[in-house]
């Protein structure tokens, strides 16, 4: 059983162009939370997706940043017009179950963001 | 008071040695209790959950004080390969994650 996938592992932007991050989840788990760590600062959290349904975007910017988990392939989480301060590493997780977020979480290998 | 604090450290110890890692949260409603392990450059891992009697896991010890609000964890006769970051994960609603407390055994 393939662990959860990120992709691209590593991704440079300039200032103004979109990046998009890929987040194939466990086998057999519909739900995927994404994370952003910032330099020198712990995991925060961002959204949490279950399939076609947002369920709690709380900890996601208001401008910009947009995700998804469609019915097929994996959950996308969209930054539109990248600034230098999104540089970081995302980190998507996955469960099995629903409802309890208290669920163990499985964790990608991260996407490192650069925006020059 | 921010909601799961966790001294950066660095702690570096020698190998054999025990240590020990605290984490304080605020939000007394919390149920559930995390260590993970970060590896540099890696994404965070489970290490072990923690249960209000306490658990052990080989080397491993973690504990929780829900009078005091803080969790820890014990690592006895630590090996180089304990050396990585150690976040503290405390999810009353979502998983609030410390920033982690860096460990360096070192020969």
Same mark, same amino acid.
């Given at each position: 059983n393939a662990g959860v996938m990120q992709n691209p592992r590593h991704l440079v932007r300039r200032r103004g162009q979109e990046a998009r991050l890929r987040c194939s989840p466990m086998k057999g788990h519909s739900h995927v939370y994404w994370y952003r760590q910032l330099p020198e600062e712990g995991l925060k959290f961002m959204v949490y997706l279950q399939k076609e349904n @947002? @369920?709690? &975007?709380? !900890?996601? %910017?208001? &401008?910009?940043f947009s995700a998804e988990f469609p019915k097929e392939g994996p959950s996308i989480l969209r930054i539109q017009? $990248? $600034?230098? !301060?999104?540089?970081a590493a995302y980190f998507c997780a996955s469960s %099995?179950? !629903? !409802? &309890?977020?208290q669920e163990t979480q499985y964790f990608g290998p991260g996407t490192r963001l650069l925006v020059l | 008071r921010k909601e799961v604090e966790q001294d950066p450290g660095p702690f570096n110890v020698p190998e054999g040695a025990t240590v020990a890692f605290n984490c304080t949260y605020?939000?007394?409603?919390?149920?559930s209790f995390f260590w993970y392990r970060q590896d540099c450059r890696k994404e965070p891992k489970l290490l072990m959950s923690v249960y209000s009697s306490g658990n052990e896991d080989g080397r491993f010890t973690a504990q929780l004080n829900r009078a005091s609000q803080y969790i820890s964890l014990l690592i006895r006769d630590?090996?180089?390969?304990?050396s990585a970051t150690y976040l503290c994960v405390v999810d009353p609603l979502e998983l609030i994650f410390g920033t982690g407390t860096r460990l360096q055994v070192f020969p």
């Open positions: @947002i @369920i709690d &975007e709380s !900890g996601m %910017p208001k &401008e910009r017009q $990248v $600034v230098r !301060g999104d540089s %099995p179950l !629903g !409802g &309890e977020r | 605020s939000n007394s409603a919390s149920q630590s090996k180089l390969s304990d």
